[in-house]
């Protein structure tokens, strides 16, 4: 197409004006090529943070010498030589930074050929510089937003850090805390033995106890047999000492008819007068031991009736010792049920403290595994905070490439 | 006890042996004035009686009490198949009676045969009639010595009237 525009170009031309219409013409082809690159290379404008100025201005120059090779070609008609003067104003102002300007559309005769390809050029610019506008305005606005969400992401990266310094701070807190609840687990792990240790010795103490109790209810029943035997022995006594009483009675009575008869037989001897001399001595003697006799019963009946007194006094208290055994029986057998459930109840306990020891050293366990867990969350805590520093960094330096891009447009007038 | 006992026992032996050793040369000496006598404690006194009028002493056996006789007669007795009399003397003295009295001495005189109460019989001893000293105004008492034993004269007293029942003094 290039070609055949710049064939039909040089005929009616002489040869200067040839010249600048092939110059002419290879600036029109030049032109139209960049025009066709221009998106792409505002495109490459748009990533390629610096020269946007540059690559636009020599970009203008090229329209510019594409619209002098037109007006050249269009010196046959004044109208179309104002025509290219006022457009090259224009594009000049436009080269300027101006993209607001557009080209008048002339009012020439498209029925001729330069003016018609005037008349093209002037339409294809105004829609180049529109498109430019709107890809320039585009730009703008995606640069707005990229301002706005990188402001955005930097706020959350901010509001993170410090929400993991936070995290740090309660993790080190808990820790703390951990160790603490960790060493009153150990002190009553150690409590809770040296408890069933001593209730072990309680559960012996109480089983010996209970034995003791045993042997002292088999004691007490032994008592109580030989109490009981002492009572039948003291009855036993107490009817011998009254056989022994009437015993003495009778003896007693014989003495005092022995007495009798001495008595007489000293009548008897006095009155026999010299002849009865020495039997008055022997019945004298007879008298004697009758009185000696009736004496010796007085004092046996007397310690008899001591005798009778004591097994009385003896029987009284067998009988309130044995009262006395069967309550003592009663009490020590209320003592040994008392101590079988004191033992129950320590055994008991015991078990319960072992049971406690050994569950709170499974919390020991579990709290150095939360020990470790904490260190698991600080390390990772840690990490977090630096990888979202590094990432505040990359947003600031996306941003500075931003503020470049904006400094660079805000050159341009929309 | 025991030291008592030895004492009293060696007083007793002295006793004996005063006994022993004494009489013979009193009696020698005496034997003219001497009387025998049983004595015996009834109430508050201590009697004697000739051992010539007493007949036996024993114990008091069961009195059977005779209706309309003087108060100091307590009954009768029976002492192998002989029926005896039984004189209370303190009723008879009129001095308070002695509940304890529980034996009895037989004495016989003037053909007369009676008991006498007594509390304790204690003793045959020989009084000298020198040593005793009349009682005037007691017709049946031979006399009272110095340990104031009253030695009864049972001549004298079994020949009272009022012992004889149904007698002149009676109705």
């Given at each position: 197409?290039?070609?055949?525009?710049?064939?039909?170009?040089?005929?009616?031309?002489?040869?200067?004006?040839?010249?600048?219409?092939?110059?002419?013409?290879?600036?029109?082809?030049?032109?139209?090529?960049?025009?066709?690159?221009?998106?792409?290379?505002?495109?490459?404008?748009?990533?390629?943070?610096?020269?946007?100025?540059?690559?636009?201005?020599?970009?203008?120059?090229?329209?510019?010498?594409?619209?002098?090779?037109?007006?050249?070609?269009?010196?046959?008609?004044?109208?179309?030589?104002?025509?290219?003067?006022?457009?090259?104003?224009?594009?000049?102002?436009?080269?300027?930074?101006?993209?607001?300007?557009?080209?008048?559309?002339?009012?020439?005769?498209?029925?001729?050929?330069?003016?018609?390809?005037?008349?093209?050029?002037?339409?294809?610019?105004?829609?180049?510089?529109?498109?430019?506008?709107?890809?320039?305005?585009?730009?703008?606005?995606?640069?707005?937003?990229?301002?706005?969400?990188?402001?955005?992401?930097?706020?959350?990266?901010?509001?993170?850090?410090?929400m993991a310094n936070e995290q740090d701070a309660v993790v080190t807190e808990t820790t703390a805390t951990v160790n603490e609840v960790r060493a009153t687990v150990t002190e009553t792990a150690e409590r809770?033995?040296?408890?069933?240790?001593?209730?072990?010795?309680?559960?012996?103490?109480?089983?010996?106890?209970?034995?003791?109790?045993?042997?002292?209810?088999?004691?007490?029943?032994?008592?109580?047999?030989?109490?009981?035997?002492?009572?039948?022995?003291?009855?036993?006594?107490?009817?011998?000492?009254?056989?022994?009483?009437?015993?003495?009675?009778?003896?007693?009575?014989?003495?005092?008819?022995?007495?009798?008869?001495?008595?007489?037989?000293?009548?008897?001897?006095?009155?026999?007068?010299?002849?009865?001399?020495?039997?008055?001595?022997?019945?004298?003697?007879?008298?004697?031991?009758?009185?000696?006799?009736?004496?010796?019963?007085?004092?046996?009946?007397?310690?008899?009736?001591?005798?009778?007194?004591?097994?009385?006094?003896?029987?009284?208290?067998?009988?309130?010792?044995?009262?006395?055994?069967?309550?003592?029986?009663?009490?020590?057998?209320?003592?040994?049920?008392?101590?079988?459930?004191?033992?129950?109840?320590?055994?008991?306990a015991a078990l319960a403290a072992m049971q406690i020891a050994a569950s709170t050293r499974q919390q020991t366990i579990g709290m150095d595994q939360l020990t470790g867990a904490m260190k698991t969350i600080?390390?990772?805590?840690?990490?977090?905070?630096?990888?979202?520093?590094?990432?505040?960094?990359?947003?600031?330096?996306?941003?500075?490439?931003?503020?470049?891009?904006?400094?660079?447009?805000?050159?341009?007038?929309? | 006890?025991?030291?008592?006992?030895?004492?009293?026992?060696?007083?007793?032996?002295?006793?004996?042996?005063?006994?022993?050793?004494?009489?013979?040369?009193?009696?020698?000496?005496?034997?003219?004035?001497?009387?025998?006598?049983?004595?015996?404690?009834?109430?508050?006194?201590?009697?004697?009686?000739?051992?010539?009028?007493?007949?036996?002493?024993?114990?008091?056996?069961?009195?059977?009490?005779?209706?309309?006789?003087?108060?100091?007669?307590?009954?009768?007795?029976?002492?192998?198949?002989?029926?005896?009399?039984?004189?209370?003397?303190?009723?008879?003295?009129?001095?308070?009676?002695?509940?304890?009295?529980?034996e009895l001495i037989v004495v016989a005189a003037a053909n007369l045969e009676l008991g006498l109460l007594a509390r304790h019989v204690e003793d045959v001893q020989t009084v000298p009639r020198s040593t005793?000293?009349?009682?005037?105004?007691?017709?049946?008492?031979?006399?009272?010595?110095?340990?104031?034993?009253?030695?009864?004269?049972?001549?004298?007293?079994?020949?009272?009237?009022?012992?004889?029942?149904?007698?002149?003094?009676?109705?």
């Amino acid at each position: 197409m290039t070609d055949v525009t710049a064939s039909e170009y040089t005929i009616p031309k002489p040869t200067l004006m040839r010249q600048l219409v092939g110059a002419a013409v290879n600036l029109t082809a030049i032109s139209n090529a960049i025009a066709a690159f221009v998106p792409a290379l505002v495109f490459s404008l748009m990533f390629i943070s610096d020269g946007g100025q540059r690559v636009l201005l020599p970009l203008i120059a090229l329209i510019a010498g594409w619209v002098f090779g037109a007006i050249v070609h269009g010196m046959n008609s004044r109208r179309l030589e104002r025509t290219l003067d006022d457009y090259v104003e224009v594009v000049e102002r436009i080269a300027e930074g101006d993209l607001s300007l557009r080209l008048k559309m002339p009012a020439l005769d498209v029925a001729r050929r330069d003016n018609l390809v005037v008349v093209r050029l002037a339409g294809a610019v105004n829609q180049m510089l529109d498109r430019l506008q709107r890809l320039v305005t585009e730009i703008q606005r995606a640069m707005q937003r990229l301002d706005t969400d990188t402001q955005a992401i930097l706020d959350a990266t901010a509001r993170q850090i410090a929400m993991a310094n936070e995290q740090d701070a309660v993790v080190t807190e808990t820790t703390a805390t951990v160790n603490e609840v960790r060493a009153t687990v150990t002190e009553t792990a150690e409590r809770a033995q040296s408890v069933a240790e001593t209730a072990q010795v309680s559960v012996d103490i109480s089983r010996s106890g209970t034995d003791a109790v045993s042997e002292t209810i088999s004691g007490m029943s032994l008592i109580r047999r030989r109490v009981e035997d002492i009572a039948d022995n003291i009855l036993v006594l107490s009817e011998h000492t009254q056989q022994i009483g009437e015993i003495i009675a009778t003896v007693n009575n014989l003495a005092d008819q022995s007495r009798m008869l001495a008595l007489n037989a000293s009548v008897e001897a006095a009155r026999a007068g010299e002849e009865g001399k020495g039997f008055a001595v022997v019945a004298m003697e007879v008298r004697n031991l009758a009185d000696q006799n009736r004496d010796a019963t007085v004092q046996v009946r007397e310690i008899l009736g001591e005798i009778q007194r004591a097994t009385n006094a003896a029987v009284m208290v067998t009988e309130e010792g044995s009262k006395g055994v069967d309550q003592g029986q009663m009490l020590v057998n209320k003592a040994g049920e008392s101590i079988r459930d004191l033992a129950n109840a320590i055994e008991e306990a015991a078990l319960a403290a072992m049971q406690i020891a050994a569950s709170t050293r499974q919390q020991t366990i579990g709290m150095d595994q939360l020990t470790g867990a904490m260190k698991t969350i600080k390390h990772a805590t840690t990490e977090t905070v630096s990888s979202t520093m590094q990432v505040e960094a990359s947003i600031q330096r996306l941003r500075d490439a931003a503020n470049k891009v904006n400094s660079l447009l805000s050159g341009l007038k929309i | 006890m025991g030291w008592d006992d030895d004492a009293r026992q060696r007083d007793l032996l002295r006793q004996r042996a005063e006994q022993y050793a004494a009489p013979l040369k009193r009696r020698d000496e005496t034997l003219a004035d001497a009387l025998t006598v049983l004595t015996f404690r009834l109430g508050a006194e201590t009697y004697g009686v000739d051992v010539a009028a007493v007949r036996a002493v024993r114990q008091l056996p069961r009195v059977t009490v005779v209706p309309a006789v003087p108060a100091f007669y307590r009954g009768v007795v029976n002492l192998r198949g002989q029926i005896i009399s039984v004189l209370d003397l303190t009723a008879f003295f009129d001095l308070p009676p002695d509940v304890d009295a529980g034996e009895l001495i037989v004495v016989a005189a003037a053909n007369l045969e009676l008991g006498l109460l007594a509390r304790h019989v204690e003793d045959v001893q020989t009084v000298p009639r020198s040593t005793l000293k009349p009682l005037d105004s007691i017709r049946w008492a031979l006399g009272v010595t110095a340990e104031q034993l009253v030695v009864l004269d049972i001549q004298q007293l079994l020949m009272d009237e009022r012992l004889i029942i149904g007698a002149a003094g009676d109705d």
